[in-house]
């Protein structure tokens, strides 16, 4: 548990870089045997692709890292609960544990709006925590109560 928080905190420390950027703050790092391989934060509006969520991107980094898309003896700490296409990509690369700060009411796809363990079939899956965090919680709604002023 201790480790899970202070690697979550890295993970928040993304969030800032995205804010820093105009990008909704959502910070993700990759972690194999105590180490961290990954970094990301969000990069939609930067590179103006949808696609370009932390957690892909830090998919990505750690693959290329490893020299390979199997990341089974990882972890994956997010700020934010991973939407579909996120966990897909978790279930893709076979990340171990997948950890996240806050959940996303509208577009979770761990146990929000879906709960993962109840899709039948898939040939993987994560281990989840929810572990809350109040700064990731309270990065996005500041973000999003300034941008709606």
């Keep these: 548990m201790e480790n899970d928080n202070k690697y979550l905190e890295l993970a928040y420390k993304q969030a800032l ?3 820093k950027e105009d990008e909704v703050p959502i910070g993700a790092i990759i972690v194999k045997d105590n180490k961290v391989i990954a970094r990301a934060h969000n990069k939609k509006e930067t590179k103006k692709q949808a696609t370009r969520h932390a957690e892909i991107e830090a998919i990505e980094k750690a693959s290329k890292k490893l020299n390979n898309w199997h990341l089974d003896d990882c972890s994956l700490y997010v700020t934010l609960e991973p939407c579909m296409m996120c966990v897909g990509a978790i279930i893709q690369s076979r990340i171990k544990r997948v950890i996240y700060g806050a959940k996303d009411s509208k577009g979770g796809a761990i146990e929000s709006n879906i709960l993962l363990s109840s899709i039948k079939g898939l040939n993987h899956y994560p ?6 965090n109040e700064n990731c919680s309270k990065i996005l709604s500041n973000y999003f109560k300034n941008k709606r002023k």
Excluded: F, G, V, W
Aim: aromatic share 12%; hydrophobic share 45%; no cysteine.
């Design 17 to 19: 870089l995205a804010l």
């Design 127 to 132: 281990e989840t925590k929810y572990l809350e």
